[in-house]
């Protein structure tokens, strides 16, 4: 298997218009976002509808996953946005990843943010 060439630090944003290229593109262009920002243990998946980074509970307290997300958002030149329901709040942040939209998230319940 020939290894896949690596891409430039500042990929131009031109997506392949094939499905699975572009996804592809996708994964390799939040990699190195990931490494540029020397965060490890979040999840991220790629599909139609862009990148999907995921703070998970086991990243740490809500504190913590809150400061990722706006340590991300920051990077992505936004802001955070919290929704609260009656069962969990979403943290989320959206931007841009080398042309593909992006968006970073994480769930609190609000039984850890009163313990």
Do not use: K
Not at 77 to 86: A, E, I, K, Y
Not at 105 to 114: G, Q
């Amino acid at each position: 298997m020939t290894p896949v060439p690596a891409l430039p630090a500042r990929d131009s944003g031109i997506l392949p218009a094939r499905p699975l290229a572009a996804q592809a593109h996708a994964l390799r262009a939040a990699a190195q976002f990931l490494e540029h920002t020397g965060m490890a243990g979040l999840s991220v998946t790629a599909d139609a509808g862009g990148i999907h980074i995921s703070v998970p509970e086991r990243f740490g307290s809500p504190a913590a996953r809150i400061t990722a997300v706006t340590f991300l958002a920051a990077i992505l030149g936004s802001r955070p946005v919290r929704r609260d329901t009656r069962v969990f709040s979403l943290i989320s942040a959206g931007g841009q990843i080398a042309g593909h939209d992006a968006q970073v998230t994480t769930s609190i319940d609000p039984h850890e943010e009163s313990s």
